[in-house]
C-alpha cells in the first residue's frame, strides 16, 4: 500500500517555553501523520504554534522543552527514529536536517547570508550531504537553479542575496531545501512576503515538485486559501492546540469545530455580496501567557458552554477527521 | 452623492532621483509615479491595487504630501474652498489635513511606543491647535465609535493587540472628522480572525460618517469587497481605471487579468489556475520601452514595445491603458489550465 506511507509520525507533541513571565505553552498536545507523497496543511493565527511545531521536527528550538515522539520512517528502514531523543546539535539530527527533512522559511529576505553569494550558499549546503566535488556540487546547484526557474542560472550562481528580487530568493531557499532531493519539505509561510502573481507561481512550483520527486510536504500558513489551493490533509490550530483535523475537502465544506467554522465564514470569497457586513470572531486571539484554561477558544466562542471550562474532548467524526471541542458529546 | 468629486488626481507624477558615487550624480529616476489621474467622488471608496514598487503606496503619500509631487495637481474640494494639495502653502496644509487623514499599514510602527493612546490619538488635534480639554474630550468621544473602551485611553501600544492598535490608528485619523481617509494596506498586518472585524469597522464608519475612502491594498478579494471603483497600477502607470464590476468581470487589460488570475480561491474543489504569469515586474529604475508590460504579457505585440499605449476611454468611466483592449478576448476559456489537475483527496 504504497499510498499511505507514514514517513513522520508526531505523537502528544508538547513544546513549552521557560520565560521570566511564567512557561509558554506554544504547542500542546499535536498528533499528525505525514504521508509519502501528500501535503499536509497546518493553519492557524499567530501565536497558534504551527511554526513552532514545524521548527520542532527539525529539532530548531534547543531552548525549549520538548517531549512526545516525532517518529521519522528513514528511506529503507523499518525502524523509525524518534528526533525528539536526538541531541539537537549532535550528528545524527544533522544528517537528516537539509537532507531528508527539508525546510524554507517565510522571509527571504533574512534568511539568505548577504555576505556570500547565492552559489556559494547552494553549494555549502550540497557539499554538507553528498560527496560531491566542487565541480559537481556547482552542475548541481546551476541544474536546481534551473528547476526553479532563475533564468540565466550560471552568471546567477555569483549574485549576492541583495542583488536579487523577494521571489527570487525565495526560489534560492526552495534550491537550496531541494538541492538534496529531500523526502520532506516544511514550508513555512513560504509566500506570505511575496507579491500575488510571485505567490501563484511559487505555489506551483512547490506542487509540480511535489509530484516530480514524489515529496511530502507540510505547509504552514495562516490563509485559508494556500490550503484550500495545495493541502491533501489539514489541522486547524489555536493557541497550541488542535482545533480540527480533517481531509482538506471535508474540511472546507463540513467544518465541525468552531473556530474553523468562524474562520471560514469570515474569509472574502469570490460571492460575498460586495460591502456587506462580513462575519467575524470577536475578541483578538490571548497572549499565550494568560491562555484559557479548558478550551482555549472558549472566551471568543459563539457557541461556549458551561462545560467549555474543562478540557475538551477529541470527537471523531469520520476516520480521519476529529475535532476536539464539547459541542458534540451529550450530558 | 456619488458624483461630487472630491479629490481629483491630475497628472501626479514623482519621480525619484538615483544617486550614486562619490559625488552623489544623479545617473537615473525611478518613476515611482508617472502621469496619474483619477477622480474620487463624496462618499465613495476608491481601492489603488497593484504588487510592491507599482506606485501605490507613493500615491497615497502625495496625496498628503507626506512625499513631495514633481508634477500634476491634487485639488481637494473642501466645505469652503478648493485646495491643490501639489502647491499647497504650510497653512493651507494645516487646512487640508483636517479634510484628509492617513492610516498607515502596519500598527506595530505607526504608533509611538512611549505614547499613551490617548495622546496619540489627541495628536492631530494638537496640531491643528485644538485646547488640551477639549482635545482630550474629543479623544473620549472617539475612542467608542472605534470599538474600544474608554479605558484604553491610558494605556500605552505594546499593552494592545494587533486589532486595537489598528483601532488607535483609525481613531487618530477620525479624530480631526476629516471626510476624506486614506488608508493604506489597513488589515494586511492583521490576524485573518482580527481582520474582518476591521474590515466591518470601516464599513461602518463609511455609512455613519459619510467618509470617502481611497483604499490601498494588494489583497484583491478585500479591495473588491469594499471598492466602489477600482484603480490598477503596474510600474507606475494607472493601467486600467473603471468600477468594481468592470475591472472584475470585464476587465479589459491582461495585467488585470493575469492579478486576478492569481488571486488563490478559498475552495478545495476548484483548483485551477488558468493564468499565472511569468517572470516578474522589472526594475522601475529601467521599465521597457513602449508598454511597461509587454515583457509578461502573453499578447504582446511589436507595437507594444515600441509605442507607449495612452489610457483610453472604453465608455461608462472604465479607462484601460492598452493597444489592444477592443480585440483581446479574455475570457477565461483561452488560457490553458496550467496548474496542474491536483490527485484527488485521499
Same mark, same amino acid.
Given at each position: 500500500m504504497p499510498d499511505s506511507q507514514p514517513i513522520l509520525e508526531v505523537l502528544d507533541l508538547h513544546v513549552h517555553f521557560k520565560m521570566l513571565a511564567g512557561v509558554v505553552r506554544a504547542v500542546d498536545g499535536v498528533d499528525f501523520t505525514v504521508e509519502r507523497g501528500r501535503c499536509l496543511g497546518i493553519v492557524g493565527e499567530s501565536g497558534c504554534g504551527k511554526s513552532v511545531t514545524a521548527r520542532s521536527i527539525l529539532r530548531l528550538l534547543p531552548s525549549s522543552e520538548t517531549t512526545g515522539q516525532i517518529l521519522y520512517h528513514p528511506n529503507g528502514s523499518d525502524q523509525p527514529i524518534d528526533l525528539v531523543s536526538l541531541d539537537a546539535k549532535g550528528d545524527a539530527i544533522r544528517a537528516i536536517r537539509g537532507k531528508d527533512i527539508a525546510m524554507i522559511f517565510q522571509e527571504p529576505m533574512t534568511s539568505l547570508t548577504p555576505v556570500y553569494t547565492i552559489g556559494e550558499q547552494i553549494m555549502e549546503s550540497i557539499r554538507q550531504h553528498q560527496d560531491l566535488s566542487e565541480e559537481e556540487a556547482r552542475d548541481l546547484a546551476i541544474s536546481m537553479l534551473n528547476k526553479v526557474g532563475i533564468p540565466d542560472a550560471e552568471r546567477r550562481l555569483g549574485d549576492y542575496p541583495h542583488q536579487m528580487s523577494g521571489g527570487m530568493r525565495q526560489r534560492v531557499m526552495i534550491a537550496i531545501a531541494l538541492c538534496c532531493e529531500p523526502r520532506v519539505l516544511i514550508a513555512d509561510e513560504p509566500t506570505t512576503a511575496l507579491d500575488v502573481t510571485i505567490q501563484a507561481q511559487i505555489l506551483r512550483l512547490i506542487r509540480s515538485l511535489q509530484q516530480d520527486l514524489d515529496m511530502s510536504v507540510i505547509m504552514i500558513t495562516h490563509d485559508l486559501a494556500v490550503i484550500a489551493q495545495l493541502a491533501d490533509f489539514v489541522i486547524v490550530m489555536y493557541l497550541g492546540q488542535m482545533a480540527e483535523k480533517a481531509p482538506v475537502v471535508e474540511l472546507f465544506q463540513d467544518p465541525k469545530h468552531p473556530y474553523t467554522q468562524a474562520l471560514l465564514r469570515s474569509i472574502v470569497r469570490p460571492d460575498t455580496p460586495p460591502r456587506e457586513q462580513l462575519h467575524s470572531i470577536s475578541g483578538s486571539v490571548p497572549d499565550p501567557r494568560n491562555a484559557p484554561s479548558g478550551c482555549r477558544f472558549r472566551n471568543r466562542c459563539p457557541s461556549v458552554h458551561d462545560r467549555c471550562v474543562e478540557d475538551p474532548p477529541v470527537v471523531e467524526f469520520g476516520p480521519q477527521h476529529t475535532a476536539t471541542c464539547w459541542l458534540y458529546v451529550d450530558d | 452623492m456619488l458624483d461630487t468629486p472630491i479629490l481629483q488626481v491630475e497628472n501626479l507624477s514623482k519621480f525619484f532621483p538615483v544617486q550614486r558615487g562619490l559625488l552623489r550624480?544623479? %545617473?537615473? &529616476? %525611478?518613476?515611482?509615479?508617472?502621469d496619474v489621474s483619477f477622480t474620487v467622488n463624496k462618499g465613495e471608496c476608491v481601492g489603488l491595487v497593484g504588487e510592491s514598487g507599482c506606485g501605490k503606496t507613493t500615491v497615497a503619500r502625495c496625496l498628503l504630501r507626506l512625499v513631495e509631487p514633481d508634477q500634476g495637481r491634487i485639488l481637494l474640494h473642501g466645505e469652503q474652498q478648493t485646495f491643490d494639495i501639489a502647491s499647497a502653502s504650510r497653512k493651507e496644509m494645516l487646512d487640508v489635513r483636517r479634510q484628509m487623514q492617513i492610516i498607515f499599514q502596519d500598527p506595530f510602527s505607526s504608533l509611538d511606543p512611549r505614547w499613551r493612546v490617548t495622546d496619540v490619538v489627541a495628536e492631530p488635534l494638537i496640531a491643528q491647535k485644538v485646547g488640551r480639554s477639549e482635545a482630550a474630550r474629543r479623544v473620549l468621544d472617539i475612542l467608542p465609535t472605534v470599538g474600544l473602551g474608554a479605558h484604553f485611553a491610558d494605556r500605552f501600544p505594546h499593552e494592545l493587540s494587533g486589532g486595537e492598535r489598528q483601532r488607535v490608528s483609525i481613531a487618530r485619523a477620525l479624530v480631526v472628522s476629516p471626510p476624506l481617509v486614506v488608508a493604506d494596506e489597513p488589515v494586511s498586518a492583521l490576524d485573518v480572525s482580527v481582520r474582518s472585524q476591521i474590515i466591518n469597522l470601516l464599513l461602518d464608519l463609511q455609512s455613519q460618517m459619510n467618509l470617502t475612502y481611497v483604499f490601498i491594498a494588494h489583497d484583491l478579494s478585500i479591495v473588491k469587497h469594499i471598492s466602489h471603483r477600482i484603480a490598477v497600477m503596474y510600474l507606475g502607470r494607472l493601467v486600467e481605471l473603471g468600477t468594481t464590476q468592470q475591472v472584475f468581470e470585464e476587465c479589459k487589460h491582461p495585467y488585470t487579468k493575469a492579478l486576478l488570475a492569481s488571486v488563490l480561491i478559498p475552495d478545495p474543489t476548484h483548483r485551477e489556475q488558468s493564468f499565472v504569469l511569468e517572470g516578474e515586474v522589472p526594475s522601475p529604475l529601467n521599465p521597457p520601452s513602449?508598454? &511597461?508590460f509587454s515583457t509578461r504579457c502573453?499578447?504582446?505585440?511589436?507595437q507594444c514595445s515600441a509605442e507607449e499605449p495612452d489610457l483610453r476611454d472604453m465608455g461608462g468611466g472604465h479607462w484601460v491603458r492598452c493597444h489592444f483592449a477592443e480585440e483581446l478576448d479574455l475570457s477565461e476559456e483561452i488560457f490553458a489550465p496550467q496548474f496542474d489537475t491536483l490527485p484527488a483527496s485521499p
Open positions: - | 550624480r544623479t %545617473v537615473g &529616476h %525611478v518613476k515611482a509615479v508617472n513602449g508598454c &511597461h502573453p499578447f504582446a505585440q511589436e
